[in-house]
């Protein structure tokens, strides 16, 4: 069955390539302005963690409302009087809350199976059709890849955004990262493995031919907490999306990247921060030594790893949705799983910078220090812009944060409201 999935993935990219993408088109990075973030309604109690989705909803809302209008997406009609009532109970700034109906979008990540968005010089907006591998989890054929794989053109429908290229190529938003100018960031961890059969180098052909791309700089590995599929030291299951890039490595310009650093001094406490030093090491010697599509040397700032967030759980109330990560796990067995915490999954729209914070009463002061660090850092990266840190690790631990949960919108998307 894998044989005959890459052999059809590899001829349906061949065919796909005989029609390339209208040159005059390039992607838009978020750092550039955005007419709407688009966050999903999410209420009631978080699976597990500290902050329902309540708290963690009314947060970002609070957070971005004033500076920027949030597309507040449901996906059942039922839902209304709800998000209504809900709105009204959590106080929030309305006036820049749009309410939308949206097939393509539930709970969960958004920016992993929303449509990229290209422009062109007079902005008109555009995407090209990618291909949803539901996370490398299930083989081609399987319901999740049917149920899911049209959400990205179902949005851009919703949207008025029209489709101008299509790709076999499976992708997810949050493995990519790339400036305004032509370069993009891609993980040969992941990349790799959504896409069996096909080397390194289709792979970034691919890319370059259906996204207008310049240039493709090619990382290894992500943080350890993105993995998947493994157990880590300590018998740690990680819920992540093996390799991420949203979670280690952003654009805040189109030549300065963040980069997350993991110190000497923490790769001697345990095996996770060790491989997270070696891993991050080994990326920001690929970043040092590249170049933009121009040729010349990026800017790099580095972030901390944030520190690592565990839980333990019963096998039987692991949640259906997760259980394929369980790897080797036995009913009865109690299983330690490990959050994908990042201070890189952030949200940046317009003026303002939203981003993680680990620390609360009763916590260890490492965590607090952290916190305060990475503040520092963004306030210095990102002048004249609020910088707003708040809890996410809820949502951390579904393997993702607060950039997977929302979707940055440019100018000129028309929808109906």
Same mark, same amino acid.
């Given at each position: ?8 993935l590899a ?9 390339k993408t209208?040159?005059?088109y390039?992607l ?5 302005a955005?007419e709407y ?6 209420s009631?109690?978080?699976? $597990?963690?500290?902050?329902s989705d309540?708290?963690?909803?009314v947060?970002?809302?609070r957070a971005?409302?004033p500076?920027v209008?949030v597309?507040f997406?449901?996906s059942d009609t039922?839902q209304?009087s ?6 009204i109970e959590?106080?929030?700034n309305?006036?820049?809350?749009v ?20 422009a062109n010089?007079s902005g ?8 949803f591998?539901c996370?490398?989890l299930?083989p ?19 949207l008025?955004?029209p489709v101008?290229?299509?790709s076999a190529?499976?992708?997810e938003?949050g493995?990519?990262e790339h400036?305004?100018?032509?370069t993009?960031v891609l ?5 790799l ?11 970034e052909?691919?890319?370059i031919?259906k996204l207008?791309?310049?240039?493709v700089?090619?990382?290894?590995k992500?943080?350890m907490?993105?993995?998947?599929l493994?157990v ?9 999306c ?5 979670e280690?490595?952003?654009? $805040?310009n189109?030549s300065? $990247? ?8 923490e790769?001697k406490?345990d095996?996770?921060?060790?491989e997270n030093y070696?891993?991050m090491e080994?990326n920001?010697a690929?970043l040092?030594n590249?170049?933009?599509?121009d040729?010349k040397p990026f800017?790099i700032i580095?972030v ?5 967030s565990?839980y333990e759980?019963?096998?039987?109330d ?8 369980y790897?080797?796990?036995k009913?009865?067995q109690?299983?330690?799983t490990?959050?994908?915490s990042?201070y890189?999954n952030? $949200? ?6 939203v981003?993680a914070?680990y620390?609360?009463?009763g916590?260890q002061?490492?965590r607090r220090i952290k916190?305060?660090?990475v503040?520092?850092v963004?306030?210095?990266?990102f002048p004249g812009k609020k910088?707003v ?10 393997g ?9 919108l440019p ?6 409201k």
């Amino acid at each position: 069955m894998k044989i005959i999935y890459v052999l059809t993935l590899a001829i349906s990219i061949i065919a796909c390539n005989r029609s390339k993408t209208d040159t005059s088109y390039r992607l838009v990075a978020e750092y550039e302005a955005s007419e709407y973030i688009i966050l999903p309604f999410r209420s009631g109690t978080h699976e $597990i963690g500290t902050a329902s989705d309540d708290t963690l909803t009314v947060a970002l809302l609070r957070a971005l409302t004033p500076h920027v209008k949030v597309l507040f997406t449901y996906s059942d009609t039922s839902q209304l009087s709800l998000i209504r009532s809900k709105l009204i109970e959590w106080g929030v700034n309305t006036d820049s809350i749009v309410l939308m109906y949206s097939k393509a979008i539930g709970a969960g990540a958004t920016t992993d199976i929303a449509p990229l968005m290209l422009a062109n010089s007079s902005g008109k907006l555009a995407t090209v059709d990618f291909s949803f591998g539901c996370y490398g989890l299930v083989p081609a054929g399987d319901s999740c890849r049917i149920k899911y794989g049209d959400y990205d053109i179902m949005l851009a429908k919703e949207l008025s955004v029209p489709v101008i290229g299509k790709s076999a190529l499976v992708w997810e938003g949050g493995a990519k990262e790339h400036n305004s100018k032509g370069t993009m960031v891609l993980v040969e961890q992941l990349e790799l493995q959504r896409n069996p059969g096909l080397t390194r180098e289709q792979i970034e052909k691919e890319h370059i031919e259906k996204l207008n791309l310049k240039k493709v700089i090619w990382l290894k590995k992500g943080v350890m907490e993105d993995d998947m599929l493994t157990v880590l030291p300590g018998g740690y299951y990680p819920v992540g999306c093996g390799g991420h890039v949203d979670e280690f490595c952003r654009f $805040i310009n189109d030549s300065t $990247i963040m980069l997350a650093e993991a110190t000497l001094e923490e790769s001697k406490t345990d095996s996770i921060a060790l491989e997270n030093y070696n891993r991050m090491e080994e990326n920001y010697a690929i970043l040092k030594n590249a170049t933009d599509q121009d040729g010349k040397p990026f800017q790099i700032i580095r972030v901390p790893v944030a520190e690592i967030s565990s839980y333990e759980m019963k096998y039987e109330d692991i949640s259906p949705w997760y259980i394929d990560y369980y790897v080797g796990a036995k009913p009865g067995q109690m299983v330690k799983t490990i959050a994908a915490s990042s201070y890189l999954n952030f $949200i940046i729209a317009n003026n303002v910078v939203v981003t993680a914070k680990y620390w609360k009463p009763g916590r260890q002061e490492a965590r607090r220090i952290k916190d305060e660090k990475v503040y520092k850092v963004f306030t210095q990266a990102f002048p004249g812009k609020k910088i707003v840190q708040i809890d996410m690790e809820g949502y951390n631990t579904e393997g993702g944060g607060m950039h997977c949960y929302s979707y940055n919108l440019p100018f000129g998307t028309a929808f109906k409201k």
